[in-house]
């Protein structure tokens, strides 16, 4: 019989993978002439598709062969770009016109270049291991060699790779291996010290595996990652991007201090950063995404991508270097196709940069025009709704502001106008809410002094006794005194059997419920579930599963450690332990709602306050249940929970292995029929 | 002469309340508008059109007729070929010129392979069966001197059986002059393979117009693709790029035979929606196009740019009888090559038409493309005057994730419609096209396949009064549906029968944010559509709007296979089975002579760096058999160059429209739809369609005669009742002769 079922078990999960299926579909399709999709930051750090930003609308050197260029620069109305193959500098104008070779027989390597106001290029050469500048003329007129002074360290390596210059004059280079940070030097190349140097990172892997495995090197070898690239503002403020750090994106202040971090860091390896007149950072990573960041470091856009062979304009095969002009124009330059391709931004950008920039300016009246106009075009863009709300909340539009919040999911936004709107509510409705709270008293007072009263609660004594009386009520009783009475609760599930496994079954289902119910009820202020994406299968394992987890495992422990209790009543008593929560959880969440992040301790201390009752009550039931003492609980409950993580591994590696089975399984069947078949 | 500048002026001032963005130029007047600001390079890109040189090709250099004799003969054109390889010419007789299908290889970087491809009438590919695999060779007929050829004259042409010296693969070609071309056919019935070898694909006429170009160009033209909405590839001297071959199946890809995922950031590329290409040798001068009407669904077209592993231009369709494909054997990584057991059914049928003087372009090609085609369907051509129409797509109720259950956003009411298309009426857009989506009560998305009954915030009785309402005002009006998909959850499919699969035996699925769906077999398309129909007869439904049904097609191989020429049958016959009017989005051109309206015409072409134009060849080809749409306005990205694109390209405008804010939307599968409430629209929709409206109707119910490019940006269309638009896309105003186009403007000129 055993043997039948596991077949037939086994036949249907085959069966299933079998119909599993497999490709999606991609719905919508390229119509607009452009390949990407365009994404900004949405809810929860999750990037959401919004309009178009930029097109992509040809290429620069339609007429001219560039060779594996490497780096590009905006300045005046040329491109300059860094034909790194080539071994020259190339220039262009922005209409595509090539004008003239910068550097050839002079430059080896040209990884990086910049060109100032007084249109001085410098050129980072990687295979000199120099620094050069030209003028524009094409003259060679300096070089910055290797600093000599002791403090640069001899060992230290120079090999330039990438540059900016100050007002000043002075250069910030960094280089393969510039480990110590970015190296500054004056107008004279005078070494002047290190720049923006990184954290070296505490890394817990390295830590635990240097405990453990006694390779002592390891931790000698974490040093500060190297900044990738470089950039800077019109202000002269340096910025720099370093791949696979959390805070990737920074800017710095004169004296090397951090004062901006973006919100948001690629994953992949960043390639390049520029940043524009309204000090809109873009910053470029190697799978050809293009990322704009406002000048706070909030994600505005992100699209591209690598070509998958057709070559299609607007993606990229190998993107190295990317500069924006004074019209806001992308320029990205391409490795592997040896181009440079053009992106116009849309009017949806514009605005975004204007309405930034007049609401950073304070000009809250016309940044509020530009904002509801875009409003309007994009209604669910959230950094405009963000400061449409900042905007109305200061004008003391409090319901426009919490409306435009909302729809930005912008807690803090969210929270400020709530406490306004229910501050006015509340000053508004004083006088009734006075009047009735004095009205219930008085009605109390005359209710007790005519005797009322007493024969209003003897008319309910029956009713009230039938349904105390009722055999359904009696778990309720129990979770009642479990409140008041824990170790009386404990005994009587215990001993007198007061409560069924049906009821507390019901109460596992119950507590599952509630919490649900809960998320749906809880504020969207205090809840960080998003409704929408709860998978109710793994919340029931974990409410549920997790529990009876815990009642196994405590059993399993208990009868090896003298202890009393049968499964039945660990399985009954920790769910009546959990009475504070069931009683609790759907009041806390009513609660949240009329809370605003100011009274958000009142939030968070009565939750600690339910669960860490509830804790101690589950503590008190396994001391009571198994007739323990307080160090025998705590060594029972410790026990527990290493079982219970011993039986989830355990648990995790026969699904791994029944995964294995089944593979080898469908493996078999499917090549039987393929073989067949051919 | 009509000067359209006041309605530009209202354009510019009302749509930049929304799109453009005058606000900005308001406040700060220095900064220079988006359309300030264009680039040369935006115009000498591939998104645009560029202009023609004025070269003349008076003798096509690679052919040459030594060996060649007659074998028929008319007007206009004269065949020649040549017994030994089946290679052929055509004698353009009105211009003298000649066209061959190979060319003399002595002095050409070719090795043996490549002369005996280039020689060749046919050059298949084959699988062998060896021990441990199949491998893949190719032969041509003069691969190894073995093949026999039987040819008979025949009145018009020839015809030969031909038997493949290593292969042994038999099959037979017939070629016969018709009176503007030639018609090539490889009849399915004729193929024979043997034990081990088996056939996988077909080429026919490969170098047919191919061109020379290494340094310099031998004949300025270029070859049309019909990628998206129409693409020229113009040969370039070799130097700057290195391009790489085009290869695109017809119809898209078969999602029954090809795995393909693609990166969640990208947007899928425009396909081929015609079975055709054309060559042109010298603009206005020589040229053909070959149009598949036979194997157009298992076949791709296969384009090589000069110096892609030689130095010409060639281009061919390539029919596909066999495919190799992976076959999973796990779960994860296993798979062996299999390969396809059953042959792709087709006949291969190719017709050439050679076109000669003012014909011989992209515009003459769409033309007679467009001749032909209501020839060979007894279409009607539709030669409507006066004002044109505008199509505005509803949304009604869109479904939005839940945590136990789903709920539902009504975002417009049957009410709503009629208080818009009343409101719209009176402020002057007379013509109005309706299209309701998300009618049915489980909305917008995942409804599919299963429709009924109407959603309930209007119910039965509000759509009743609306469709009442519309009929009065005689507005034709569409509901929107999709018979392809079955939604996880919807029901009115059987999953254990209804379900399409891929070779590999799995059902397929795509998904749209939150909600998957399965392919549907064609059949159960069919089936489930056909009891709707009285559904829609009961509730006065006269139109409906049919996404996918059109544009995906894909076979299915479960236990019976069912392939992509049997889809088209039987949607064809899903769609005939519907009385009323059809409206199909983006459909190919099995489904466009089914229907009625075309939606979503595309803009561009896939934009690939070999392309160097963009061109209207799809509005072209279609201009009369169906009302074209444009995409929605909603989602432009590129105003107001996108507006004057519609105008030139002859498309209607499209809209989406709600009653209630779009942002109710966010968090649905709708949330790409970021604006879409009528109260922000109306004023720019009486705006764009009023400029529209008087340009467009000046040249309704006529054909495009020429399309010309005064310079990059700047394009001179002049239709057959010899009104000429001209249309300025550049930020400047340009002067032509006496006559000044205001930047970004168009200037009609009525004779």
Same mark, same amino acid.
């Given at each position: ?435 009735? &709270?004095?009205? /219930?008293?008085?009605?109390?007072? +005359? #209710?007790? *002094?005519? !005797?009322?009263?007493?024969? $209003?609660?003897?008319? @309910? ?75 109710? &299968?793994?919340? /029931?394992?974990?409410?549920?599963? +997790? #529990?009876? *987890?815990? !009642?196994?495992?405590?059993? $399993?422990?208990?009868? @090896? ?75 029972? &409950? ?10 989830? *591994? ?5 699904? $791994? ?22 | ?751």
């Amino acid at each position: 019989m055993m043997k039948k079922i596991i077949l037939v078990f086994m036949l249907l999960t085959i069966a299933s993978t079998f119909s599993i299926s497999s490709l999606t579909v991609a719905a919508d399709e390229m119509s607009g002439g452009v390949p990407y999709k365009t994404y900004t930051m949405g809810v929860n750090r999750r990037l959401v598709e919004t309009d178009t930003a930029y097109v992509p609308v040809g290429i620069l050197n339609q007429n001219y062969l560039l060779n594996a260029p490497r780096d590009i620069h905006y300045q005046n109305d040329y491109v300059f770009v860094a034909n790194t193959g080539g071994k020259n500098v190339v220039v262009f104008t922005t209409r595509g016109e090539y004008v003239k070779t910068i550097g050839a027989g002079i430059l080896n390597e040209p990884m990086g270049i910049y060109v100032t106001d007084e249109m001085d290029i410098y050129v980072a050469d990687k295979g000199l291991k120099q620094l050069l500048v030209f003028d524009f003329d094409g003259n060679h007129m300096n070089t910055f060699y290797k600093p000599t002074e002791p403090l640069f360290g001899e060992d230290s390596p120079y090999t330039p790779e990438k540059v900016v210059v100050d007002s000043g004059g002075n250069v910030y280079i960094t280089g393969e291996g510039s480990v110590n940070g970015i190296i500054q030097m004056n107008r004279n190349g005078v070494f002047r010290g290190y720049f923006g140097v990184n954290q070296t990172r505490f890394d817990w892997r390295m830590r635990f595996s240097d405990w453990f495995l006694a390779i002592t090197d390891e931790l000698a070898k974490n040093l500060p990652p190297a900044p990738t690239n470089l950039a800077i503002s019109d202000k002269g403020l340096v910025y720099t991007i370093t791949s696979n750090i959390d805070d990737g994106i920074k800017k710095f202040n004169m004296m090397s201090v951090v004062i901006m971090t973006a919100g948001y860091t690629p994953e992949d390896l960043l390639v390049d950063i520029d940043i524009d007149g309204y000090e809109n950072i873009f910053v470029l990573d190697d799978q050809g995404q293009i990322h704009q960041y406002d000048q706070y470091g909030r994600l505005l856009f992100r699209f591209g991508g690598l070509d998958t062979g057709n070559q299609l304009l607007g993606l990229f095969s190998q993107p190295t270097g990317i500069t924006v002009d004074e019209l806001g124009n992308l320029y990205v330059v391409d490795k592997g196709y040896s181009n440079v391709q053009i992106f116009y931004p849309t009017a949806f950008v514009s605005q975004i940069n204007e309405g930034n920039d007049y609401y950073f300016q304070g000009k809250l009246e016309v940044s509020k025009v530009i904002w509801e106009q875009l409003h309007k075009q994009n209604s669910n863009f959230s950094i405009a709704n963000s400061a449409l709300g900042d905007i109305y909340m200061k004008s003391g539009d409090y319901d426009l502001a919490l409306e435009h919040y909302e729809l930005a999911k912008d807690r803090n936004g969210y929270s400020e106008s709530f406490w306004e709107i229910r501050n006015l509510w509340l000053q508004n409705n004083a006088g009734t809410i006075l009047v009735v &709270i004095i009205s /219930l008293i008085g009605l109390n007072i +005359v #209710l007790a *002094l005519t !005797g009322l009263k007493r024969k $209003l609660a003897h008319s @309910l004594e029956i009713p009230v006794k039938t349904l105390t009386s009722a055999h359904f009520y009696a778990p309720v009783k129990v979770l009642g005194r479990m409140i008041k009475n824990p170790a009386d609760a404990i005994y009587r599930i215990k001993r007198e059997n007061a409560v069924s496994t049906r009821s507390a079954t019901f109460l596992y289902f119950l507590l599952f419920f509630l919490v649900i119910l809960s998320y749906a009820i809880t504020s969207f202020l205090f809840s960080h579930v998003e409704v929408a994406n709860v998978n109710l &299968i793994m919340e /029931l394992v974990k409410v549920v599963g +997790v #529990l009876i *987890l815990w !009642g196994v495992a405590n059993y $399993l422990i208990s009868t @090896l450690s003298e202890g009393e209790g049968w499964f039945k009543d660990i399985y009954r008593g920790t769910i009546y332990a959990l009475a504070p929560i069931i009683f609790g959880i759907i009041p806390l969440a009513i609660l949240s709602n009329v809370l605003s992040y100011n009274e958000a301790f009142l939030y968070s201390f009565t939750r600690f306050i339910i669960y860490a009752w509830s804790g101690i009550l589950i503590f008190i039931t396994v001391k009571e249940i198994h007739n323990y003492s307080f160090l025998e609980t705590i060594k029972n &409950i410790v026990l527990t929970i290493f079982t219970m993580i011993i039986i989830a *591994l355990l648990m995790f590696i026969i699904y $791994l292995l029944f995964n294995q089975l089944m593979e080898f399984l469908f493996s078999l069947v499917k090549e039987v029929v393929i073989r067949v078949q051919h | 002469m009509f000067s359209i500048k006041r309605f530009l002026l209202l354009v510019l001032l009302s749509s930049s309340l929304l799109l453009i963005g005058s606000v900005r130029s308001e406040i700060v007047d220095e900064t220079p508008d988006y359309e300030d600001y264009q680039l040369d390079a935006l115009f000498s890109s591939n998104r645009y059109t560029q202009p023609e040189t004025d070269a003349v090709v008076s003798n096509n250099p690679l052919v040459k007729l030594d060996g060649y004799s007659v074998v028929a003969e008319n007007e206009k054109l004269r065949l020649y070929v040549k017994l030994d390889d089946l290679s052929i010419r055509v004698e353009d007789i009105r211009s003298g010129y000649v066209w061959g299908s190979s060319f003399d290889t002595t002095d050409q970087r070719l090795n043996k392979t490549w002369r005996a491809r280039v020689n060749s009438a046919v050059w298949i590919t084959y699988y062998r069966k060896t021990a441990v695999r199949e491998e893949v060779i190719e032969e041509s007929i003069t691969t190894s001197g073995l093949s026999t050829l039987d040819t008979t004259l025949t009145q018009n042409g020839f015809t030969s059986d031909i038997v493949f010296g290593e292969s042994n693969i038999r099959l037979t070609l017939s070629v016969e002059l018709t009176a503007d071309g030639l018609k090539v056919d490889i009849p399915f019935a004729s193929i024979t393979e043997t034990e081990t070898n088996r056939l996988g694909t077909v080429r026919v006429f490969p170098f047919l117009g191919a061109v020379l170009a290494k340094e310099n160009v031998d004949v300025p033209g270029y070859t049309l693709l019909p990628d998206g909405v129409g693409a020229l590839m113009r040969f370039q001297p070799q130097g700057v790029y290195q391009h790489l071959i085009y290869s695109k199946p017809i119809y898209n890809r078969d999602y029954g035979l090809y795995n393909y995922e693609l990166s969640e950031n990208l947007i899928e590329e425009p396909g081929i929606s015609v079975p055709l290409y054309g060559i042109v040798h010298g603009s206005s001068q020589h040229a053909f196009y070959a149009w598949m009407t036979e194997g157009d669904t298992s076949a791709r077209i296969i384009s090589y740019p000069a110096g892609r592993t030689t130095d010409f231009y060639w281009t061919f369709f390539e029919t596909v009888y066999r495919i190799q494909y992976e076959q999973p054997t796990s779960r994860n990584m296993g798979s062996v090559v299999t390969t396809q057991a059953e042959m792709n059914g087709v006949d291969t049928r190719i017709i050439y038409t050679f076109l000669d003087g003012n014909e011989a372009n992209y515009v003459g090609m769409a033309n007679d493309y467009h001749d032909k085609l209501i020839e060979k369907h007894n279409l009607a051509s539709n030669s409507n005057t006066g004002d044109i129409p505008v199509r505005l797509e509803f949304l009604m109720r869109e479904r939005k994730p839940g945590l136990l259950f789903d709920s539902y956003v009504n975002v417009t009411k049957t009410e709503d419609v009629i208080s818009i298309v009343d409101s719209l009426k009176t402020l002057g857009v007379e013509e109005q096209t309706i299209v309701l989506r998300g009618w049915s009560n489980r909305g917008y998305t995942g409804s599919s396949p299963d429709y009924q009954p109407f959603e309930s915030s209007s119910g039965k009785s509000g759509y009743a009064e609306l469709f009442e309402h519309l009929n009065q005002l005689e507005y034709e009006y569409y509901l929107n549906a999709d018979y392809t998909k079955g939604y996880f959850g919807a029901g009115g499919y059987n999953v254990m029968t209804d379900l399409a699969r891929k070779i590999t035996g799995s059902a397929y699925t795509g998904a749209k944010m939150d909600y998957s769906y399965y392919w549907l077999h064609p059949q159960a398309t069919a089936n489930i559509f056909e009891k709707d129909l009285s559904f829609y007869k009961d509730n006065d439904v006269n139109g409906l709007a049919l996404e996918s049904i059109g544009k995906d097609l894909f076979s299915s191989h479960g236990r019976e296979t069912f392939q992509r020429n049997q889809s088209v049958d039987k949607y064809l016959e899903t769609l005939n089975a519907f009385s009323g009017s059809i409206a199909l989005y983006q459909p190919n051109e099995y489904a466009v002579v089914a229907s009625d309206l075309y939606f979503d015409v595309p803009f561009y072409s896939s934009l690939q760096a070999k392309f160097t134009d963009t061109v209207p060849f799809i509005p072209l080809a279609f201009r009369g058999l169906v009302e074209m749409y444009s995409t929605p306005v909603n989602f432009f990205n590129s105003m107001p160059t996108d507006i004057l694109r519609m105008i030139d390209f002859g498309i209607y405008p499209s809209y989406i429209l709600t009653q209630s804010s779009s942002s109710l939307l966010m968090d649905t599968p709708s949330e790409y739809i970021s604006s879409s409430q009528y109260d922000v629209w109306e004023e720019i929709i009486i705006a764009q369609y009023t400029y529209i409206n008087e340009i467009l109707k000046t040249s309704a119910g006529s054909m495009l005669e020429s399309r010309e490019v005064c310079m990059p940006g700047v394009i001179k269309n002049t239709y057959a009742n010899d009104v000429i638009h001209y249309i300025n896309y550049t930020a400047d105003p340009v002067r032509i002769g006496s006559l000044t186009i205001a930047a970004l403007d168009i200037e009609v000129i009525q004779p």
